[in-house]
């Protein structure tokens, strides 16, 4: 089993910014895409960011595009998501994933890990 935590949610005033961490243990990710969604209030959880275990490449929604940077520290089995320009739009409660496969998916259903999820509210 992989067990997923994220921390770093919180308040933080529009054009902010804010980094998520998600610490990982049990079985090590090392070798498993991790990602990020998101799920705001009356809305359908939705892709964020991911990043590849075999080469460390990046994907992003178009939303977040060029405003969001994940990365990962494999020794410490976290993956970050540094969040920039943030705006009330993006306010929602944030997941930490985790998956076995190759590539980075990005339909919820083809996750088999998740934290709990970490709040972070953007004020105009």
């Not at 997941?95 to 083809?110: D, G, K, L, V």
Request: with cysteine; glycine share 10%; net charge positive.
């Amino acid at each position: 089993q992989v067990q997923l935590a994220e921390s770093g949610g919180g308040w933080v005033q529009a054009g902010g910014s804010r980094r998520l961490s998600c610490a990982a243990s049990g079985r090590t990710p090392s070798r498993y895409t991790m990602g990020w969604f998101r799920q705001a209030p009356g809305k359908e959880r939705e892709f964020v960011a991911g990043i590849n275990w075999s080469d460390g490449a990046t994907n992003y929604a178009h939303s977040v595009k060029g405003r969001f940077t994940i990365s990962r520290d494999n020794a410490k089995n976290t993956v970050y998501l540094q969040m920039d320009s943030l705006n009330p739009e993006d306010t929602a409660v944030y997941y930490c994933t985790a998956t076995n496969r190759i590539s980075i998916p990005t339909m919820p259903s083809q996750y088999a890990y998740w934290g709990q999820g970490t709040q972070v509210t953007v004020s105009s």
